[in-house]
């Protein structure tokens, strides 16, 4: 196929096989000609903090963490909108939000531009997108598509399929990775695929697996030194609305299912997700009674005794890292299934496998959940990538700085297929293979938008380099941050107008509107330029 001697990957590894670089050479001629499937699993909300291969603290996901083992973890990977659908929409087109016009969760994705997938089909490859999509408008660019509706729900869920609605009897995670074994098993075994996987756990409001409510039951965590921040010098952040604390920003009935089955709350129709039975309202009486059995204990404990306001904050997050990491439990049971399926068949001699997630996630770092924010924790989206032996990948920990607009490319490049000149991000397929090459960014641009909305995180953009941050809210409020990530990882200190960091803040400045003029983000140039009216 032309397919594969077009490929840039494999012109290269014949090189390095030739000059015995620090990669593996490529030992069998056969393996190398054949062309890569590609796997692009990507949960929801799943943040760096709770997977082992970054942060042994809390979390442990040793399939997750064997694929790294296997291959490479980004140490410095990020999104460009910390928000579900739009970075859905960066994945797929590799462009900025401004610019695929998926800006907001709400916005409509016009499906009729250019994306990987499309490009990747018409190079041959056969392409599926199976589990959340979360883009208002009808997948396009697949030759086999099965998506959640909107978020999608944990418990005998709907999905929406190229025939219609139907409804699946079992749990998210597991009922995910069947249908998409199933398409792997039933594809055209002449062809490479790409597989676009998309779990919708670990997402809120974190319904485990029945058979996972007794996992991490005995563990008592750690509090984030900053859960009880006061938001001092930062106006934006006081202002959020995801405080653990607040039973108005983590409900205890839906949330942490403080629930005894005669209450009102969401879990009995979740409106705000269109679906009328909602997550509990869905669920079997016999899934009914072995819940209701696990958290009567829970119940009882949250009834057993007055807590003071500090004492229910923490007592609340130690329920959330629970309910968050049993969902946890079954997406990395679940990467283990699909590991020994492709092991089975001989695919992991033959794929690239992509595990990452839509953004990060606060677990009680300023005494928060949920994302949105510019700071490291929601910034920040884990990002592991196993591939084949001895075809000359590098193994270990890439520290150059990705974003998820790099995606679109790198599919590209390792399908040895042209990367459009409008593409905005770059293909890290040289970082896979030990190379960085001299013009590889060195900062990135970030901008989210979803404002007023849920959570109530007030509209910015900004810049981050490998040491500095430089954040600039907008709208409703005027307010500059500035963080040195050396001095100050947890970002409690605004260190905007401080004197000591005169200089460094202007040349920011100056590489921030360089970034807003190559990106084309208009808006943002002219909130720089003093011309957005601001609603004040
Ligand atoms: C839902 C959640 C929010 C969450 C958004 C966006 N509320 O609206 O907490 O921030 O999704 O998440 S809920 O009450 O419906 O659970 S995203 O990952 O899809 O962007
Ligand atoms: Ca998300």
Redesign the pocket.
């Known amino acids: 196929m032309s397919l594969i001697k077009n490929s840039t990957y494999f012109k290269k590894a014949a090189v390095y096989a030739v000059t015995g670089s620090i990669l593996a050479a490529c030992s069998d001629g056969e393996k190398s000609e054949a062309p890569l499937n590609i796997i692009y699993i990507m949960t ?2 799943h943040t760096e903090q709770m997977i082992s291969a970054f942060d042994d603290r809390f979390g442990h996901t040793p399939n997750i963490d064997r694929l790294a083992d296997e291959g490479v973890k980004f140490s410095n990977s990020f999104v460009a909108n910390s ?3 739009p ?1 859905r929409a960066n994945m797929l087109t590799g462009k900025h939000s401004h610019i695929n016009g998926k800006v907001n ?1 709400e916005d409509y994705f016009d499906g009729s531009q250019q994306t990987a997938p499309k490009l990747l089909r018409d190079a041959g490859y056969q392409t599926a997108m199976i589990g959340k999509w ?1 883009l208002e408008s009808t997948p396009t660019g697949f030759d086999h598509w099965d998506i959640l509706p909107g ?1 999608g729900i944990y418990y005998n869920p709907d999905f929406i399929t190229e025939d219609g609605v139907v409804r699946r009897d079992g749990y998210v995670t597991d009922i995910i990775t069947d249908l998409s074994i199933d398409w792997i098993e039933n594809r055209k075994k002449d062809k490479p695929f790409t597989l676009f996987l998309h779990h919708k756990a670990p ?3 974190w319904m485990p697996k029945l058979s996972d409510l007794d996992y991490m039951e005995d563990r008592v965590f750690d509090i984030p030194d900053n859960f009880h921040d006061d938001y001092e010098g930062r106006k934006a952040a006081e202002a959020a609305e ?1 405080r653990i604390g607040s039973h108005h920003d983590m ?1 205890l009935l ?2 942490l299912k403080i629930y005894d089955g005669t209450q009102e709350s ?1 879990l009995l129709s ?1 409106y ?2 269109g679906d009328s039975l909602g997550e509990y309202g869905r669920m079997t009486p016999e899934q009914k009674e072995i819940w209701d059995d696990f958290y009567a204990d829970i119940i009882e404990d949250y009834y057993s005794k007055d807590r003071d306001d500090k004492e229910l904050a923490e007592w609340k997050y130690q329920r959330y890292l629970k309910e968050y990491l049993k969902t946890c439990k079954a997406v990395d049971d679940n990467i283990g299934v699909l590991y020994d399926y492709l092991k089975s068949e001989g695919l992991l001699e033959n794929t690239v496998i992509i595990y990452t997630s ?2 990060g996630f606060y677990m009680g770092e300023h005494g928060w ?4 924010f510019m700071y490291e924790e929601s910034l920040r989206t884990p990002l592991i990538i196993r591939t084949p032996k001895n075809m000359g990948f590098s193994k270990g920990t890439i520290n150059p700085m990705v974003q998820n607009i790099d995606h679109a490319p790198t599919f590209l490049d390792i399908a040895g297929v042209n990367i459009p000149a409008d593409i905005q991000g770059s293909s890290y397929l040289p970082l896979l293979r030990g190379e960085t090459p001299d013009n590889w960014r060195e900062s990135i641009y970030y901008h989210y938008q979803e404002y007023p909305a ?2 109530m995180v007030k509209r910015h953009f900004g810049i981050r380099d490998s040491r500095y941050k430089l954040i600039r809210f907008y709208y409703d409020i005027d307010e500059w941050e500035f963080y040195d990530l050396e001095k100050d990882p947890n970002e409690m200190r605004n260190s905007y107008g401080d004197e000591q960091y005169e200089e460094v803040i202007e040349m920011m400045k100056q590489e921030l509107r360089n970034l807003t003029i190559k990106y084309e983000d208009e808006r943002a140039l002219k909130v720089l330029d003093g011309e957005f009216e601001l609603n004040m």
């Open positions: 929801d909300d928000i579900c659908g970075s969760n979360h978020q997402h809120r409001n995801m409900d839906y949330d969401r979740m705000n997700v839509d953004q959940f949920d994302k949105r849920e959570h």
